[in-house]
């Protein structure tokens, strides 16, 4: 069983910056994915970005150039700088692992960290 808490959400106003963190309690497998999740108000829940054994990332759209993951495999942590905020980026953002299994893979979700953009 994996453990994962969000920390470093906030009110910030646009053109700000914040850094979010998700330590992971329990096991990440060699081959993994981590990532973050957004849900913002009367959205549904959207990829935001990932990266996948530590190394290779994908930034969904909205994000690219502005937000960056980075993990930190000692540490079992991921990270989210993000700058340049927006208030759309508003949302509860979710950390997210998969861990790879030799016959299957196993998803965890943290509970969410509220980030508010005011413009």
């Known amino acids: 069983q994996v453990q994962l808490v969000e920390s470093g959400g906030g009110l910030v106003q646009a053109g700000g910056s914040l850094r979010l963190s998700c330590a992971a309690s329990?096991?990440?497998?060699?081959?993994?994915?981590m990532g973050w999740y957004r849900q913002g108000p009367g959205k549904q829940r959207e990829l935001v970005a990932t990266?996948?054994?530590?190394?290779?990332?994908n930034y969904a759209d909205p994000v690219k150039g502005r937000f960056t993951i980075s993990s930190d495999s000692a540490k079992k942590m991921v990270f989210l700088q993000m700058k340049d905020l927006k208030p759309e980026d508003t949302a509860v953002y979710y950390c997210?692992?998969?861990?790879?299994?030799?016959?299957?893979?196993?998803?965890?979700w943290g509970q969410g960290t509220q980030v508010t953009v005011s413009s």
């Open positions: 990266i996948t054994n530590g190394a290779i990332t």
């Open positions: 329990g096991s990440i497998f060699s081959l993994n994915r």
């Open positions: 997210n692992l998969i861990n790879y299994y030799p016959a299957r893979a196993t998803e965890y």
